[in-house]
């Protein structure tokens, strides 16, 4: 999951395993499509370009960041004008940190293929407590209520913040069926924007349906702000309710940018 792959053959996969109806038409899927989003850039952060990022949370007026690799993962706070640790704690070597959500002053960590979640005090960064849970995790967001998990495949898992266990779940789809590998989450007013790992896009999910409702496309980031090192695949969305905006950004990524949809 973790590991930069073929761009090409990974594209050419999930094209074939989204296109896996034969009952369904060509002009069925262009009739069906989801909306095409358009954004504007409304400003650049310098960004930590050693974090693989796995999830991002802006809450407070802080902005929270959850990275990857084992050795290197950590929970932080990051100063959003200059990209730099304000708190951070490791997590030990065995763990491979993924996706975050606050909720009710707490910060909930998963864990790649440990199976384990953390929960820490917001503030302190105290742990708190931890979980198990069955699966591999990859993003985390919640509904001021639930907790809301991706394993990587096409299902939204709804856990209950206080014993982690299921209480739901839905099956995202697109105009071709069932969407795979979807990765980091954020939730906003009844939906659900996510990154589809391996691509450059962000969809909207309708949460009562599943149904991916519309999506935007951001292949030119790199194009207009090109980096200086390596860099790895989009991944990263939190959401400032304050000002109406999203903060986008990737894996080795030198640049958090703030964005508006259109």
Known sequence: MKR??????????????????????????????????????TATYPHDPTSFTEGLEWRDSSLYE?????????????????GKDIKSIPLTKEFFGEGITVLNGKIYQMTYQEQKAFLYDAKTFAKLKEFTYEGEGWGLTNDGKQLIMSNGGSDLFFRDPETFAV???????????PLPQINELEYVDG?????????????????????????????????????????????????????KCFFITGKYYPLIFEVKFN
């Open 4 to 41: 930069t792959l073929v761009f090409g053959l990974v594209l050419l996969a999930l094209s074939s395993c989204n296109n896996n109806n034969p009952d369904v038409k060509p002009a069925d899927n262009a009739a069906n499509e989801p909306q095409q989003l358009t954004y504007t850039i």
């Open 66 to 82: 959850s990275t990857g690799n084992y050795g290197e993962s950590k929970l932080a706070r990051v100063k959003l004008a200059d």
């Open 167 to 177: 209480t739901k779940k839905i099956t995202v789809s697109n105009n071709y069926g």
């Open 191 to 243: 939906f659900v924007f996510a990154n589809i790992w391996q691509t450059n896009k962000i969809v909207k999910i309708d949460l009562n349906s599943g149904k991916v409702v519309a999506e935007a496309d951001f292949s030119d980031l790199l194009r207009k702000y090109p980096p200086q090192n390596k860099v790895d695949v989009l991944n990263g969305i939190a959401y400032d309710s304050v000002g």
